[in-house]
Nanobody
Framework: QVQLAESGGGLVQPGGSLRLSCAAS????????MGWYRQAPGKQRELVAT???????SYAGSVKGRFTISRDNAKNMVYLQMNSLKPEDTAVYYC??????????????WGQGTQVTVSS
C-alpha cells in the first residue's frame, strides 16, 4: 500500500558530494517524521538524520555539518545532501518514514536501500 523508493547512490571520491532522494507513494494520508539510516558491512543500522513535517531536523554527530536533510511535503519526498564525504560514510542508505494510510493508520516504512561508496 505504501512504497518508499530511494535513488541517487553511487561511487564518489573522498571529499565529493552525493544527493539521495526518496519518494513515498501509495494510499498516503499524511507523513510524519522522515529520515535516513545507513548500514555499513558488519555493522548495525544507524540513524543519519531525521526531519519532521514541520521541518525540524536532527543529525548524527558523525554527519553534522556535512549532510543536510530536507523534504518536499507536496511531493512526499525527502532528500539527503551529502558533502565532504569520507570513506567511513560508505554504507547502504535507507529511507524511513512514519506514514498515515487510510486502512491502518500510522505505520513505519522502509525503502529498499541505495549503496553509497566513498573510495579513491
Amino acid at each position: 500500500q505504501v512504497q518508499l523508493a530511494e535513488s541517487g547512490g553511487g561511487l564518489v571520491q573522498p571529499g565529493g558530494s552525493l544527493r539521495l532522494s526518496c519518494a513515498a507513494s501509495g494510499s498516503i494520508v499524511s507523513i510524519h517524521v522522515m529520515g535516513w539510516y545507513r548500514q555499513a558491512p558488519g555493522k548495525q543500522r544507524e540513524l543519519v538524520a531525521t526531519i519532521t513535517s514541520g521541518g525540524t531536523t536532527s543529525y548524527a554527530g558523525s554527519v553534522k555539518g556535512r549532510f543536510t536533510i530536507s523534504r518536499d511535503n507536496a511531493k512526499n519526498m525527502v532528500y539527503l545532501q551529502m558533502n565532504s564525504l569520507k570513506p567511513e560514510d560508505t554504507a547502504v542508505y535507507y529511507c524511513n518514514a512514519a506514514i498515515v494510510i487510510v486502512t491502518i493508520g500510522v505505520g513505519n516504512y522502509w525503502g529498499q536501500g541505495t549503496q553509497v561508496t566513498v573510495s579513491s
